[in-house]
DNA sequence: AACTCTGTACAGTTTAAACTGTACAAAAAA
DNA sequence: TTTTTTGTACAGTTTAAACTGTACAGAGTT
């Protein structure tokens, strides 16, 4: 078993899971960047992961903050190196589900109170002639009820 | 209360919940045009929608497609009516939530697959020099488990 | 202090997605 | 049959996202 097996591994490895991290709504290179990070035993560096994606190292400073904000990866610090450290965060069910069902419910929760106000403001009106509206209406806010109880299910 | 006030509020409240729409994978257009046949109590055609929305007959055939493809809109039948009438399907959580359910799984697990068979091929060379390689293989492939086990919770 | 290094802001480029208009095949009407 | 209508294939355009290279501020080193 030499290097380049392993080399080719990682790559395969890398281009398979982050098809899935993807799906929790990051971008290609956010997720392949997370995946790099994961299958490394010890924190990168920009240049580090620059030279391993082969990509610029302003993509890698953009990814890693986007990462850093969805707390996927932490900043590390070691003693007498210079670069900026990273590394995954390793909990990586917690963290990615957790991230989700809150992105998830914050959404649908928003779009509920815009909903919810539009309701209020027709109900304001008189609109004996036009039920179906309101009725549409306080399906599509029940719609939004159901959808953050289940994914409230999904978080515990 | 006149027709222009119901003609904002409908706008409005494709606006708001075409967001939500679009978080279950759906590109704005396919979001809008399913909210604009979720509100209207009548099937209609690609004229109409395509009037309504505002873009051109072509996109609304390549949407309504999509739509289609997904279970989410149906073509209708009524008599002496030459153009094609779609209508969108009423059963709102349960369409969405089944489509994006498998939607997942399906990915999830074809990524699990082709990890599973990466797994595979290094356990059968020799690389006990690089354990780490396959215990984070193992954790990845888990990690693929467990979502496939929570996305199948939401469905039920 | 001057000099070096590191991360990121910003402008510009490349790449991909969304969308349109024209043209045409298939079906309906005459 | 010919004529009209309807949905979609396809090529081209517009719009948005991803990505890069240069330049520079701030921190570290000498």
């Not at 380049?4 to 098809?19: G, R």
């Not at 560096?45 to 990509?55: C, I």
């Not at 953009?62 to 610090?77: A, E, H, P, Q, Y």
């Not at 779009?111 to 179906?132: G, M, T």
Request: proline share 2%; net charge neutral.
């Amino acid at each position: 078993m030499n290097n380049s097996t392993i080399e080719n591994a990682t790559y395969d490895i890398i281009s398979e899971f982050a098809k899935t991290i993807e799906m929790f709504g990051l971008s290609p290179l956010e997720a392949r960047l997370f995946v790099y990070l994961y299958l490394q035993n010890q924190p990168k560096t920009l240049d580090d992961m620059s030279e391993a994606l082969g990509k610029s190292k302003t993509s890698m400073s953009t990814g890693i903050r986007s990462l850093s904000d969805f707390n996927l990866v932490t900043l590390v610090w070691r003693k007498g190196v210079r670069k900026d450290l990273y590394e995954a965060n390793n909990e990586l069910f917690k963290s990615f589900m957790n991230n989700y069902v809150t992105k998830w419910i914050n959404a649908s929760n928003h779009q509920k109170d815009a909903l919810e106000k539009i309701h209020h403001e027709l109900k304001k009106l008189n609109i004996e002639e036009y039920p179906e509206i309101t009725d549409n209406l306080t399906r599509i806010i029940d719609f939004h009820r159901q959808l953050e109880s289940s994914f409230r299910r999904l978080q515990s």
